[in-house]
């Protein structure tokens, strides 16, 4: 068995869950936050056996989008350059798969 750890776009959580969902998955949200852009983003978590993590890898990356965001550049500290913003590519997803050493429910 696998662990599913992917990070999104909170703009893309909905969907994605809503369609791991509709897939069979069972699924955990949580509300996370990034450490560079300190804005909000979601972690899912996936328990699966290990045949079907290709195919949830394949629901998030189908339904996680890339974007561009502006950070203010005063936030890394440059303070030469304090008013201008730096133009970041953020995901799609962060997606870990990890090993699950036991699973049980009681
Ligand atoms: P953030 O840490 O807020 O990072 C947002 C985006 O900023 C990243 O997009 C990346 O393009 C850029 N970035 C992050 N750290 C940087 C740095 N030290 N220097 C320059 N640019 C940097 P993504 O790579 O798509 O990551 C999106 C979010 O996924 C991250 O939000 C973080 O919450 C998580 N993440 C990504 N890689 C991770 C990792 N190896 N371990 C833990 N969390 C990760």
Do not use: C, W
Not at 5 to 32: F, H, P, W
Not at 39 to 63: A, C, F, P, R, Y
């Amino acid at each position: 068995m696998k662990m599913v750890m992917a990070i999104i776009n909170r703009d893309d959580a909905s969907v994605v869950v809503q369609q791991l969902t509709k897939s069979g998955y069972q699924v955990t949200k949580l509300a996370t936050t990034g450490g560079f852009l300190r804005t909000g983003n979601t972690t899912i978590l996936i328990g699966v056996d290990d045949e079907k993590v290709q195919h949830v890898i394949s629901i998030i990356t189908k339904h996680s989008n890339s974007r561009k965001q502006l950070m203010p550049a005063a936030d890394m500290g440059t303070g030469v350059y304090a008013n201008m913003s730096i133009e970041v590519m953020v995901g799609g997803a962060a997606i870990f798969v990890l090993n699950v050493e036991h699973f049980e429910k009681v």
